[in-house]
């Protein structure tokens, strides 16, 4: 698997979590890439979390999760993070890394425009 998320699992609301994404593959290492977080909760449609691109100085993150959601990547590492705070049990979801070339990005929120996806991590949020 090209992308491989990691970190999920039960947490209480109020909580924290740190999800990591580790890349592999020659493509990864040769080529600049863009990488972003969606989550997808049963019955929903996959919604945009946040993206950095490659050099990480440009991140953006979706509308429910700003101010609460920290982004960032190890590109020596080939690893990207997401630092979730202050969970709600809305945050509930299977969280997906995603990857696009950094020079192909043009709608961040837009999952179609990502060429690699990794399989997901589940996060539960409790009461």
């Known amino acids: 698997e090209p992308l491989v998320e990691s970190g999920g699992g039960l947490v209480q609301a109020g909580g924290s979590l740190q999800l990591s994404c580790a890349a592999s593959?020659?493509?990864?290492?040769?080529?600049?890439?863009?990488m972003a977080w969606f989550r997808q909760a049963p019955g929903n449609e996959r919604e945009f979390v946040a993206i950095i691109n490659w050099y990480g100085d440009v991140k953006y993150y979706g509308d429910r999760v700003k101010g609460r959601a920290s982004i960032s990547r190890d590109n020596a590492k080939k690893t990207v993070y997401l630092q979730m705070n202050s969970l709600k049990p809305e945050d509930t979801a299977v969280y997906y890394c995603?990857?696009?070339?950094?020079?192909?990005?043009?709608?961040?929120?837009?999952?179609?425009?990502?060429?690699?996806w990794g399989q997901g991590t589940q996060v539960t949020v409790s009461l």
């Open positions: 593959g020659p493509t990864f290492s040769r080529d600049a890439y863009a």
């Open positions: 995603a990857a696009v070339l950094n020079s192909e990005l043009k709608e961040p929120s837009n999952p179609e425009e990502y060429k690699y």
